[in-house]
């Protein structure tokens, strides 16, 4: 009894010190219990370059729509003493559009640059001081200055059976499952099987296991395949690791396992096991699949931290079958220097199939298709020019290599979404 009774204690100790969680990611304000904003200063930014940087937190540049979204800008303070801040509005002639897609609702024009019907193009910024919108000096051109950045805040509500933690839910499921059908039944809204980061989280997660009565061995999110280093079914990166000697061992399959006993000093320690083994595992979602940005803020019950490192492109990422891929961070705008590498394996005796319905990138990026995963020569490569959106690529395998590489530190464009598939 006391036995038990020890571990619920050690148990809510552990919970207490660890959840940070904050709706915003770190910079951002909240306002009015809605979405987060963040000042952000460029040298020699033009409105593309402005916004993209607001994609790299997951954000676009600010869209406004009630008087508390512009007071809450207009006194935010910019990193440089700037005097205003540029917005995501941007019209022609008449008609204007918010860069995130939300409705021009609200507008607090300058009266003297009020947009006419000129087709003529005009970007704008808040000033710090009346809060009105003025027309920028090089419209949407190259500038240097303060721009304001709007974020979705993130939230999640855990469910009874969910463990709270670092601001996402922990779900453990102590009925034994082969791996794929663990990570297919992980709860929704950007669930997975554990990816762990550090020894305090293997502490934790070994704990949670351990007090919801799991012995033996727990199913981890780790793939490691043969010759590659570990990578998450999250996508995090890989810069963890428990591993206890010999493993990885070739001897068995690509999937991971924590153990949990404590014979021999394993407990907590990795090993591969045969993907096939049936056994408990850890899920864990962060509110990473909803949506990133959105005009209607709800109000939360519970807050979700801003996520763990996803969007990063690991080593190689491997897809059977039929699918989807796309490049990081999409749909938002390409992060520079991601190279990511996706292996694409149909069914034996198939040929591998690609289109790209979806294609939106510019100077600085480059999607090679490769022929098998030997082949040094492309099949395709693209640079600036799109693929045609209703050609079909074939290989003359069941296996097709691509590398996507932002070359610049300014890639162009969103990004782009493929599907493959067996014929
Ligand atoms: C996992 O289990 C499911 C359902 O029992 C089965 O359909 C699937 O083939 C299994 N996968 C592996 C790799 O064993």
Known sequence: MLHVGMRSACLVVLLLFTIEATPCPDGYIQVGGGDCFKTMWGERVTFTKAEMMCNED??????????????????????????????????????????DGSDVDYTRFFPANVPSNDKVERCYSLSNGDGLWYKMKASCGTQTGCFLCRVKARTITCNANEVEYKGGCVFVQTTPANQSVAENSCPGQGGHLISIHSQEENNFHQNLALVSGISGSVYLGGKQYAKDPLIWVDQTYYDFNKFIAPFPNSAFDDCVQMMLSSEFGTLGQWTNVDCITKLPYICYRDGTNVPLYSTTPKPSTTTVVYPKSHYKCPPVQYFNRAGKIYSPNFPLSIPPQQRCEYVITTDRDTIAHIKFPVYDCESGTKLTVYDGLDSEDPLLYFTSTAPNPSRIYAASSNIIKLVFEPTDNSPVGTGWEAEFFPL
């Open 58 to 99: 997951g954000g676009m540049l600010a869209s406004i729509h009630n008087d508390q979204d512009n007071e809450a800008g207009r006194s935010m303070v910019c990193p440089q003493s700037d005097l205003q801040k540029l917005i995501g509005l941007r019209c022609v002639g008449l008609e204007c559009e918010w860069t």
